[in-house]
Nanobody, 122 residues
Framework: QVQLVESGGGSVQAGGSLRLSCVAS???????MGWFRQAPGKEREGVAV????????DYADSVEGRFTISLDNAKNTLYLQMSSLKPEDTAMYYC????????????????WGQGTQVTVSS
């Protein structure tokens, strides 16, 4: 079983930056991991996904060029570096992991964290 714990959320002004972290209890090179977010009144949406064994990453069009997903294998930690933040980025952000599902669609991920809130003001 994989336990995931997110941190790094907070309140920032538009144009600012935040780095979210997701620490996994156990991890190897055969997991898909991703960041997802849910804003008030909206459905949960995929933000970015990677494979722990390496390879291409996938980003939502709305964050392409502004957000970067990365993995530190030594620390079992997934990161989401967020820059040029917009009010539209305001949401609860979750990390997720699965051995087989590797999509921006959230339904197939087995393991989930509790979430960390990001609020961007204009």
């Amino acid at each position: 079983q994989v336990q995931l714990v997110e941190s790094g959320g907070g309140s920032v002004q538009a144009g600012g930056s935040l780095r979210l972290s997701c620490v996994a209890s156990t991890l190897d090179s055969h997991y898909w991991m991703g960041w997802f977010r849910q804003a008030p009144g909206k459905e949960r949406e995929g933000v970015a996904v990677l494979y722990t064994g390496g390879g291409p990453t996938d980003y939502a069009d709305s964050v392409e060029g502004r957000f970067t997903i990365s993995l530190d294998n030594a620390k079992n930690t997934l990161y989401l570096q967020m820059s040029s933040l917009k009010p539209e980025d305001t949401a609860m952000y979750y990390c997720a992991a699965d051995r087989y599902w590797g999509r921006l669609e959230s339904s197939g991920y087995k393991y989930w964290g509790q979430g960390t809130q990001v609020t961007v003001s204009s």
